[in-house]
């Protein structure tokens, strides 16, 4: 399993990360803290040492206690924290009525590295990220701001998530961008638009829900009735048409899996890890057989006519999934 590098910081981290969200938040009930740093601490002990968590991750356990991703994830790493890359991120909060608050002022920038460094217990942040731009501050004003971050000593190395070109060239230019996380999985293909900037800037592609929330997982013949604060409800790909629109992929999956002995979500994950050097998918999981199958994926070789077989058949089926770009 060979390390993958955050572009041009040389930060080098695991082939594959482990998303934290999901033991505090879009899964339902938050698990209690005991179980949410077992859970994680279990991500470590299975070889991850790349883990992505944001304030906005915050969550509610089934009896009523506020579940915060990123003191979670300090505490569940505490005494290994010089052996892992811990990515945390800026400019999204959650409203009192759940509702999503983007805002990327340079006076909310700092106050929230500062109460990250406080939850994560680090005196410095290896990755942040902008989590969602906001349209109403220039991208040269928020790369000037986690420049002066940078300079403080505050962070090392910055990134931009659901980024677009242009964002990206303008914010690089103040203030160099090692990574983006976008969306990006065998049903969510349209950010590969970004591959040739990616490659001319040096930047690395954190792949996030690179199993389509899991549906890519073999989830797609599960019962739908999700519980309550489970987003998967609200996802196109688990509506009884999104999975009959789904069946020919499914299909297809398991066919190649058989073919190389792999499961399904190894294949998943292994056809984006073999597409590009630089993507560093980061599923969740709140499972340790499944966190260990999924890293493992490192370790299987597509060949490239291979992946450019899987992209040819991907491009001829009609998908739905949650980001609304008819899968493509
Ligand atoms: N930047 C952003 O805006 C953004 C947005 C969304 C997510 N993220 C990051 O990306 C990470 C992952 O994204 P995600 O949770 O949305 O989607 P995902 O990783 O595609 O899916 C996670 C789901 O897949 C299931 N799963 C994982 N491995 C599996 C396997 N081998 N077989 C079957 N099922 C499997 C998990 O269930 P079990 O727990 O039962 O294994 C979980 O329900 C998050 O934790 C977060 O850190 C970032």
Redesign the pocket.
Known sequence: MKNRVLGSSGIEVTPLGY????VSH??GDALPADEARAVIRDAYDAGYRFF???PA?LGETADGQVSNNEVLVGEALDDVKDEVVIAT?FGVSINPDRSLNISSKPDEIKATVESSLGYLGVDRIQLL?Q??IDRSTEPEVVAGTVSDLMDAGLVEAWGI??VDEEYLRRAHAVCPVAAI?N?Y?MMARWHASLFPTLEELDIAYVA????????????FDQNLNFAKGDY?GDMPQYTPEGVERAKELVEYLNALAEAKGA?P??ISLAWMLCEKPYIIP??????PE??R??LAAADIVLTPQEVADINAQLDSMDLMVFGGHAGK
Do not use: V, W
């Open positions: 998303g934290c969200m999901g879009a899964y992505d968590t944001a991750y991120k990220y989590h969602r998530s659901e996380e969306r999985s996030f829900s690179p199993m389509a929330n899991g549906f890519l997982g073999g989830h998967r499961t979500a190894q980061i599923p969740g999981s709140r499972n499944r966190m199958e999924n």
